[in-house]
C-alpha cells in the first residue's frame, strides 16, 4: 500500500511540476509579445511577476515532494518517539502540533522570500517585520487554542467510534462552514475595520442588498494598504445578513460606479446560491477524503514505522488532502468558472457593463495580474474565465484598448454585451 501512495503522490508532483514549466514557458513567450488590456511596461511587469511566482512554486512544490517522502518513511517514527504521554489525546494533539510546526519551519524560506523578496520587488509588499512577527504571534495563538480544539475533537472521535470518518467529516465540515461566517471576525485581530462614511457608496450598496434581499450587517473599509497594495474586497456570512468588507487599495483606485458594479457582482453570486454549491462542493471533497483516508489499512502505517494512532491517521490525512484535491480542481474549477460567467451577467444588469469591464481592466493592471495563461493551467487552477474570455464576452475588442502610463481609460463597449469582472482571486 505504500508503494502505492508513493506513486500516486509522485504522479500529482509530476503533473504539478509540468504545468508549472509550461505556464512559465508559455509566460516567457508572451510577455515579449504585443500587450493587451496594459502599457508595454506594466505588461512586462506582470508577466516577471508570474514568472517569478512560478519559479518559486517549482522550488516549493519539490521542497514538499521531498518533505512527503521523508514523512512517510521517517518522520513519522521520528515525532511519534518524542510524543509519549498517557492520555491519548494529548498524544494526538501534541504529535499534530509538532507535524504543523516541522511543515510551517520549511515552508517559511519561501514564505518569506515571496513576501519580502518577490512581492517587495513588484511593490507590493508593504509589511514591516515587525508587523509580520505580530501577524505570526496572533495566527499562531489563534491556532493553538481553535486548532488544539478541533484536534482534540477529531481525536476523541476516533478513539470513541467505530465509523470515525463518518463523525469527523461533520464535524471538520461544520468548522469550516462556521469559519466562513466568522472571518470577518477573525481578520479583526489584524486590521482595522472602519465604518464607511456616510455617502453616495454607502446608500447606493445598502439600497443594491436590499434589491436583491440581503440585510446590510455592516459596511466597512479595511485598512490592507499597510501589509500590500493588491485590491480587494469580500462579503461575511453565510444568512441574508452580510458585512461588506472593501479594502482602502480598491476604494483608493475605483471609481463608485466601479465599485459598485464590483459590489453586482458579488451579489449575483448570493442571488444564485454560489456560495451554498461552494459550501456544497467542499463538503464533497471533505466526504470523500475523511472515507478514503479513514479506509487505509493498518499495514500502510506499519510500513511507516508507526501505530495508526489518532494523530498519525489525522496527519496522514492532512499529508494526502493535497492530492485528492487536485484530483477534484478541473471540475470544481469548472462549476466555478460556469458561476462566474452568471454572476457577471447579474452585476452587468445591476452596476452597468462598461463599468464592469472599467473595474476589471484596472484590477488587472493594479494587481500586475498578466492577462494571458497556459491552456493548462486554466483548466486546472482557473476559478474565474480569463480576462480576455471576459472581454470577448463583452463583445469588447482588447486589442482597442486606450491604455495610458497610469491608467486604461474608460472604453467604449457595444449595448448589448454582458459579463466582466474580476474577483480578488483571478488570474
Sequence with gaps: MLEIIIILYSLYTFMKLYISVMQIGYINEEKRKTPVL????????????????????????????????????????????????????????????????????????????????????????????????????????????????????????????????????????????????????????????????????????????????LRNDGIFVMDASKRDGKLNAFFGGLGKSKRVVLFDTLIEKLNTKELLAVIGHELGHFTHGDIWKNIGLMGLLLFIAFYLFGHLPDSLFLDMGVVPSAGVQIAMLMLLLPLLSFVFTPFMSAVSRHNEYAADEFGSAMGGKENLVSALMKLVTENKSFPKSHPFVIFFYYTHPPVLERLKELGFDASNTIVGEERIEEPALPTDGIFAFMDKNDH
Excluded: C, H, R
Design 38 to 213: 496594459m502599457s508595454a511596461d506594466k505588461y512586462l511587469t506582470a508577466g516577471n511577476y508570474a514568472v517569478a511566482n512560478g519559479k518559486l512554486g517549482l522550488v516549493s512544490t519539490l521542497v514538499d515532494y521531498l518533505v512527503f517522502i521523508w514523512w512517510v518513511f521517517a518522520g513519522f517514527a521520528w515525532l511519534s518517539s518524542f510524543v509519549q504521554v498517557d492520555s491519548a489525546i494529548l498524544q494526538a494533539v501534541l504529535f499534530l502540533f509538532g507535524f504543523i510546526v516541522v511543515n510551517y519551519v520549511i515552508g517559511l524560506p519561501f514564505e518569506l522570500y515571496q513576501k519580502f523578496k518577490i512581492d517587495e520587488d513588484f511593490g507590493f509588499n508593504k509589511m514591516t517585520a515587525k508587523m509580520y512577527v505580530l501577524d505570526t504571534i496572533k495566527s499562531s495563538a489563534l491556532f493553538v487554542v481553535i486548532g488544539g480544539a478541533i484536534f482534540a475533537l477529531l481525536a476523541w472521535i476516533i478513539g470513541s467510534f467505530e465509523s470515525w470518518w463518518l463523525w469527523g467529516f461533520v464535524s471538520i465540515f461544520t468548522v469550516a462552514v462556521l469559519a466562513n461566517v466568522l472571518m470577518p471576525t477573525f481578520m479583526a485581530l489584524f486590521n482595522k475595520f472602519t465604518p464607511i462614511e456616510e455617502g453616495e457608496l454607502k446608500s447606493e450598496i445598502s439600497a443594491m442588498m436590499d434589491k436583491v434581499g
